[in-house]
Structure formats: structure tokens, C-alpha cells
């Protein structure tokens, strides 16, 4: 198999691809692009590993479930996407490659038998695989948010793309709770447009500098108060090396005013 790319997503909200009828069509153009990353990979990943927004521990940890079950992490949603099942199956073998690799990095990481699937993971990969026949395994944050640290790890993890295993780092391009709908237009448009800058128009290595240096970007920390939804960008960064980055979804006006995009890293192989 060819080196997959990898990807940075904007995952969207809690559990909204079990409510689309519900949606107005809110997340049309999320899903059509979530469903289009099949086609640009042109064949079926082996596994797909989630650096998702919505982990996070002490220090880097890996599901190595071989059934991994769900995590309903988040409230107020109708009572049926509490019963939502995602019975994509984990995969033990490619857990403890991530955690050598890691370790290998020089960063402590461990495995989680228990943990399951939350949004971040199982919300994209209903859209992208439904028939859920993937092997997914999940790594979470480290706590303290160091972006060098989330690089290197994603460096690491590199040689996984050799192998057939798609890394998605899932969170979102702007998040700010407590700033959306219309006063989240400007602030979110003036951070992806240096988010953009920064991950088309610059050179690998300045890339990897701004993103370190993310919160000298114009109004970082009103995009993100707190950085979870932005390190997953970190992993995905660091495991594309030198590949050149396309923005695959960009949306203005989401949920009421801000702007968000996604992007990949390499080229697809369709």
C-alpha cells in the first residue's frame, strides 16, 4: 500500500450525525466531505488511528480494546443518541505499536483497556465508514497542551502511514463555546486565515514553528480558550513531515456564524 495521507478534522458537534433530519442542514457539507475521504484515499485503510480532542490524560494513552465500547460524552442531546452503538472493532496489535512508537519518542505512554469511542472518534467515522468494518484505535492528548510535544508524537507515528494505517487528528479549527453564532464570525475567520497561512503557503519546518507558536496568532486565544480541539492538529502535522497540506472542508456561517476547515496532509491516492 502507498503512504496514506493524514488529516486534521473539524468533527462538529456532539453526536449530529444521528441527527440529521433534526439539522437543517447544518452539517451537509461536513458529511459530504467526511464521506469523500474514502475517495481520496482510493483503497481501505487497514486501521484508522483518532487523536480525538475529547481524551485526554496524564500521558499519551492508547486504546487497545479489541471491542471498544462508547463514551457519551456530552449532554442535552435527544435521548436516542445515548444508545448509539459504533461497533467499529479496536485493534490490540496496532495499540501496542503506537505505544512503542511513542515510547520510542521519548514520551511515557501506556495502554487503556477500557476506554471506548467517544464523539470526536465515533461522530466522523459513522459518516466516513457506516458499516463501521475499519479497525479504530483511539490516542488521546497529553495534558499541559504542549504543541512541540504533540508534533514529535505525531512524528513518530509516521511510519504508521507505510503501513496502511489513516491518522486523523479530530477536534475543531475554532472552538469557542461561549462565542458562537454571529460574534464567533470575525474571530474565527481571522484565526483560519492564519490557520490556512500557516498550513498551505509555509514551509514545513516554519509550519511546525507557527503551530508551536500558535498563540501569537491573531485572536488564538479567543478561537480556542482552551487548545484540546487544537492538538489534534499538532499529531497530524507531525506524522505528515514535509507533505503539503489542502484545505478538504471549509464552511463560513457554521452553527450561526463561524468559520471552520479541514485539512489533509500528502496526497490522496484516488
Known amino acids: 500500500m502507498e503512504r496514506l495521507p493524514t488529516y486534521f478534522i473539524s468533527h462538529g458537534g456532539g453526536p449530529w450525525p444521528y441527527m440529521m433530519a433534526q439539522s437543517n442542514g447544518m452539517?451537509?457539507?461536513?458529511?459530504?466531505?467526511?464521506?469523500?475521504?474514502?475517495?481520496q484515499l482510493g483503497a481501505r485503510p487497514k486501521a484508522v488511528l483518532v487523536i480525538s480532542a475529547h481524551w485526554e490524560e496524564r500521558e499519551f494513552t492508547v486504546m487497545a480494546a479489541a471491542r471498544p465500547p462508547m463514551v457519551y460524552d456530552y449532554?442535552?442531546?435527544?435521548?436516542?443518541?445515548?444508545?448509539v452503538?459504533?461497533?467499529?472493532?479496536?485493534?490490540?496489535t496496532?495499540?501496542?505499536?503506537?505505544?512503542?512508537?511513542?515510547?520510542?519518542?521519548?514520551?511515557?505512554?501506556?495502554?487503556?483497556?477500557?476506554?471506548?469511542?467517544?464523539?470526536?472518534?465515533?461522530?466522523?467515522?459513522?459518516?466516513?465508514?457506516?458499516?463501521?468494518?475499519?479497525?479504530?484505535v483511539q490516542l488521546s492528548?497529553?495534558?499541559?497542551?504542549?504543541?512541540?510535544a504533540h508534533l514529535a508524537v505525531g512524528r513518530a507515528l509516521a511510519p504508521l502511514r507505510e503501513l496502511g494505517v489513516l491518522i486523523v487528528g479530530?477536534?475543531?479549527s475554532y472552538h469557542n463555546l461561549r462565542r458562537m453564532g454571529p460574534s464567533a464570525a470575525v474571530p474565527s475567520k481571522q484565526f483560519d486565515d492564519w490557520l490556512q497561512q500557516t498550513l498551505i503557503t509555509t514551509d514545513s519546518h516554519q509550519r511546525a514553528q507557527r503551530l508551536i507558536?500558535?498563540?501569537?496568532?491573531?485572536?488564538?486565544?479567543?478561537?480556542?480558550?482552551?487548545?484540546?480541539h487544537l492538538l489534534p492538529l499538532m499529531v497530524a502535522v507531525g506524522a505528515a513531515g514535509n507533505d503539503e497540506a489542502v484545505c478538504v472542508y471549509h464552511e463560513d456561517g457554521f452553527f450561526g456564524g463561524a468559520t471552520v476547515s479541514s485539512f489533509r496532509f500528502g496526497q490522496g491516492m484516488a
Open 141 to 148: 492528548l497529553r495534558a499541559g497542551y504542549d504543541p512541540a
Open 85 to 92: 452503538q459504533y461497533p467499529a472493532p479496536g485493534l490490540p
Open 27 to 39: 452539517y451537509d457539507r461536513l458529511a459530504q466531505s467526511l464521506r469523500d475521504m474514502p475517495r
Open 94 to 136: 496496532l495499540a501496542g505499536q503506537v505505544r512503542q512508537l511513542i515510547q520510542g519518542a521519548g514520551f511515557a505512554a501506556r495502554l487503556d483497556a477500557q476506554r471506548g469511542f467517544d464523539h470526536g472518534t465515533f461522530a466522523p467515522l459513522v459518516v466516513m465508514y457506516p458499516q463501521a468494518d475499519v479497525p479504530v
Open 213 to 228: 507558536d500558535w498563540q501569537d496568532a491573531p485572536v488564538a486565544r479567543v478561537a480556542h480558550p482552551q487548545e484540546d
Open 170 to 172: 479530530s477536534g475543531l
Open 75 to 83: 449532554s442535552g442531546f435527544p435521548a436516542h443518541t445515548y444508545h
